[in-house]
């Protein structure tokens, strides 16, 4: 972050600080700033252009679900500033129970669903547009990169491509419209604060299937909260998820969780065209990981379908 005085000048007219203003974390995509208060802390973003439209969307979640979103303290969309209240404690910080997805995501989902109407304009000012019928081309482009993959995985993922374009035209036809989609929806990105439950860092957001969100959701309860892929609360997560969005999307959802790993991976990919040079073969490593899994999940959920 190159203008770090001028964000200090720019949050000292918003709030009053207590103390130094220090650097929470530096990544290539953003910069955030610790802010202490005399009644708790606020935390300054500063978004690269990859996420330069987090601000503004950030806002307008506030603006319109205040209870479920951090708090905006101001923002500067030119400049993709944010400045946000403390929103508490993350879930991780509990060990990521399951317990608090249960409560969390049937909020998340009424939200996806009032953002429906707002759709076309959040794509119009710069979140990222993923339609499940473009997603076959995308899937293609992917192939044009050179890819953290062995020749055989590469080999293995462009052959399900036929395959793949099959299941996005099936998954087109459910009925359920684009809206935002978190994209990093997991227990670093929940807060919790006097038993309600807020959803941070929608730097990684998209207009696209709202189903996709539980792709990395579900994969952090396996990973770190030990979950197994048929345990019931996967199911129980997932039906209470769906409980807002009406019956009979059984089927949906669990087209759109294959699906999804695909649309995951190439939200990473549009990241990592974003970054120098030098910061790819730190990147690579995780996008190595997001890769296998989605080799995984899209072959295993071929055979579940058929």
């Known amino acids: ?32 700033l610790r802010v202490p208060l005399a009644g708790g802390v606020a935390w300054f973003k500063a978004c690269a252009p990859v996420q330069a439209f987090e601000p503004r969307l950030t806002a307008e979640l506030f603006a319109r679900w205040p209870d479920r979103v951090a708090a905006v303290l101001a923002h500067d969309e030119p400049r993709a500033w944010l400045l946000l209240a403390d929103a508490g404690a993350t879930v991780g910080a509990a060990a990521n129970p399951p317990e608090a997805w249960l409560e969390a995501l049937p909020l998340y989902a009424e939200l996806q ?37 062995e020749r055989h995985e590469l080999a293995r993922l462009r052959d399900f491509a036929p395959r793949f374009e099959w299941i996005c035209d099936a998954l087109a036809t459910d009925g359920v419209p684009a809206t935002v989609q978190h994209d990093d929806l997991h227990m670093a990105n929940l807060y919790e604060r006097g038993g309600r439950y807020r959803i941070l860092d929608w730097g990684d957001c998209s207009i696209s299937h709202p189903f996709f969100s539980l792709v990395v959701t579900f994969r952090f309860l396996e990973e770190l909260s030990g979950l197994e892929p048929g345990d019931p609360w996967l199911a129980r997560l997932r039906d209470a998820y769906l409980e807002p969005w009406g019956r009979g ?33 730190t990147f690579d490593r995780g996008f190595a990981l997001v890769l296998r899994r989605t080799l995984r999940a899209t072959y295993a959920d071929d055979r579940r379908s058929g």
Do not use: C, K, N
């Open 1 to 32: 972050m190159h203008d770090h005085d001028e964000a200090e000048r720019w949050i000292r007219t918003r709030v009053e600080p207590a103390g130094p203003i220090v650097v929470a974390h530096e990544r290539p995509w953003s910069t955030v």
């Open 249 to 281: 999307l059984v089927d949906a959802f669990e087209l759109a969780h294959g699906v999804g790993h695909v649309a995951h991976a190439i939200a990473w990919a549009r990241q990592r065209d974003f970054l120098p040079a030098a910061e790819r073969p």
């Open 113 to 149: 669903r009032g953002e429906q109407a707002h759709a076309a304009e959040h794509v119009e000012r710069g979140v990222p547009a993923l339609p499940v019928p473009d997603l076959p081309a995308r899937y293609a482009e992917l192939f044009e990169r050179e890819l953290p993959l």
